[in-house]
């Protein structure tokens, strides 16, 4: 559990908990209440700085925000700095089981994703440089070996797998569309692949038939391992 301070020129203004590190990130958050948005938008999310705290607890977390928001009082209160609405301590550990439902069956029915002006202006988004690079080379969250190593343990269990399968069942990866264009694309004589001479180079370079030699071994290695550990 994550217990943060937003502060401002060193003048706390905001003490929240969480499960999620992210959200303690002013620039991934939309804000707590409207008292607190609307600091955000006067300080600018770039210039708040977050103060972290990490309990082991929910309760823990509970008694932390509740003692810190005491310690800096609230606006509304006239007793502080805080824009705080409540007295906290009140944050659970997640959601319930109906407001996981709702949330479900909200998101089925209006999707926002569904949209073609949504997934256009995420699609922009994500070939942003700035977004990019979060995710090349080294900067990869699944090139961690904590987390190739928590996802390789997820894949392991049957009950998960078989989520995933049933998940996928009558799912068609292309649209008619789609096999179509692609399918012209590789039978077009200009095609790299339709080429002997990219072939010959494929076949021939020492280069690349070092790189598939160790893909190669490795993938067997890292295959048999696998095998041997089950």
Known sequence: MFVYVWKHNDTPFYVGMTKTIGRTNPLNS???????????????????????????????????ERSLIEKYGRIQLNNGTLTNLKVGGDGSGGMTEAGRLATSTRMKENNPFFRPEVREKHKKRMQDPDVKIKFMGDNNPSKRPEVRAKLLAKWQEPEFKEKQRQSRLGIKRFT?????????????????????????ILNTDPEINKKRSAGVKAWWAKRKALILST
């Open 30 to 64: 939309g804000g707590r209440g409207w008292l607190c948005k609307q600091k955000l938008e006067e300080f600018e999310r770039k210039n708040v700085v977050t103060e972290l705290h990490v309990v082991e607890t929910l309760e823990e977390a509970q008694a932390l």
């Open 176 to 200: 008619e569309e789609q096999k179509e264009e692609r399918r012209k694309t590789l039978l077009n004589p200009e095609h790299p692949l339709n080429k002997m001479a990219f072939h010959n």
